[in-house]
């Protein structure tokens, strides 16, 4: 076993270390309270590559591997969530159809793009009949001539309001769902009959929005199947293994957050002072802040262990992608809750950021599969 991080990682690690101290941080407050990054700073994203981390080299992107993407996202996530969730979907669920399962010339044309960051990607699964059981999805698909016609609605759709493509996932036979019956296709927002709804009001991560897509006689060319022809009906199982690999990176980002409340009320466990002593001299504030620290432990070996075996040995990792969002997720909000308590009064207003983590935090073990759902996954891999 070799615990070592390789020194190209490292070395991007600590430019969005950097990155985060310099300038997301300074500006987290004021996202949250706009509700918007600002375009410089997005600019500045895109000069860095942190759009491509997970794409390619021969696409434009930086090809770090799940390992190195955990990495950077780890360390992302240790500032107000909406910058990870804006280069999310381009390295997530927005691309990750494409590169693997699409086309050469799929690849050619939103690989790049999306790489850049010139394009915004969005993923298109949920609807409001359709969330954990992903495959009763409505929404249709018909051919005719050399177009599909997409009719129905989306909801919950991250960064929907800015992406410029869509991987939409449609029914080409409502009978036969998940098993030959569910298509994924590209969609660009010009494309006639795209539209973009209402965007949701959220409890958190503000600066980042989810909204509505509704699809009205959307012409889709008949190329923009993902994987061609040949994959119509396969949809379903491009959603899931997209899905697999977010689950990793989901995990990261709890666990970067998580680390970052531990340091805060590290910090303020020592200068906050009652009965004539910082309050880090009493045990129960003590014991949180060792649990704190334990099952941030675990969750990092879990996390770098799963995507290591993804990475080298190229493995499927269905179960261990379920179990790391599980555990980083929830542990990231017991870890949010203990860091609320330490700051007693002060973790409850806004001045302070744990009240904000504490919010976006709760996000994590519901949206790219519940952690009712981790669980079903991971009984019933041990259940073969
Ligand atoms: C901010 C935000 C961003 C999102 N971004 C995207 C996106 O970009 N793209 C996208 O496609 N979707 C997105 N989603 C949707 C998200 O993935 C779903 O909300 C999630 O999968 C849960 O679906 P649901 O909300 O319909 O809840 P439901 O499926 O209705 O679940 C309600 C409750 O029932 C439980 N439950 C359901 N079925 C079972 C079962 N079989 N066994 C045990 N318990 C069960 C659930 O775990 C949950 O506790 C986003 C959601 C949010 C809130």
């Not at 689950?247 to 990261?252: E, P």
């Amino acid at each position: 076993m070799d615990f070592d991080i390789p020194e190209n990682l490292r070395m991007m690690v600590d430019t969005v270390a950097k990155f985060v101290k310099q300038d997301l941080e300074p500006i987290s407050q004021q996202v949250e309270d706009e509700d918007h990054i600002p375009e410089d700073v997005v600019q500045k994203m895109r000069e860095l590559g942190l759009f491509g981390l997970s794409i390619p080299e021969e696409y434009g992107g930086l090809e770090l591997g799940t390992l190195g993407e955990c990495l950077c996202y780890e360390e992302l996530s240790k500032t107000n969530a909406c910058f990870r969730s804006r280069i999310g979907t381009n390295n997530g669920i927005g691309s990750q159809g494409i590169l693997l399962d699409g086309t050469p010339q799929q690849k050619e044309r939103y690989l790049p793009n999306l790489a850049s960051g010139q394009w915004t990607a969005c993923f298109a699964l949920t609807e409001p009949e359709a969330g954990s059981d992903a495959a009763n999805i409505q929404t249709t698909a018909e051919l005719k001539g050399d177009h599909w016609v997409l009719n129905g609605r989306k909801h919950f759709i991250t960064n929907g309001d800015i992406a410029d493509v869509a991987t939409v996932f449609a029914a080409n036979d409502r009978q036969k769902k998940a098993r030959g019956g569910i298509t994924a296709f590209i969609v660009e927002k010009t494309f006639p009959g795209f539209y973009v709804g209402t965007i949701e009001r959220k409890m958190g991560l503000r600066g980042s929005h989810t909204c509505e897509l509704i699809f009205d006689d959307c012409r889709v060319p008949r190329e923009n199947v993902i994987g061609g022809e040949t994959n119509v009906g396969q949809g379903f199982k491009t959603a899931m293994k997209t899905l697999d690999k977010g689950r990793l990176t989901m995990g990261a980002s709890a666990l970067g957050s998580a680390q970052k409340l531990m340091d805060l009320s590290i910090a303020y466990a020592k200068q906050r002072v009652q009965f004539g002593q910082p309050i880090a001299n009493f045990q129960a504030i003590q014991i949180k802040l060792a649990d704190m620290a334990t099952h941030i432990y675990a969750a990092r070996q879990m996390l770098y262990h799963a995507a290591w075996l993804r990475d080298k040995r190229g493995a499927a990792v269905v179960k261990e992608a379920s179990m790391v969002k599980l555990f980083c997720t929830e542990m990231a909000n017991r870890a949010a809750d203990m860091a609320v308590q330490i700051h007693g009064g002060m973790g409850y207003v806004r001045d302070f950021p744990v009240e904000r983590f504490y919010r976006d935090l709760r996000l994590t073990t519901i949206y790219e599969g519940t952690s009712e759902i981790q669980r079903t996954v991971i009984a019933r891999e041990i259940l073969k």
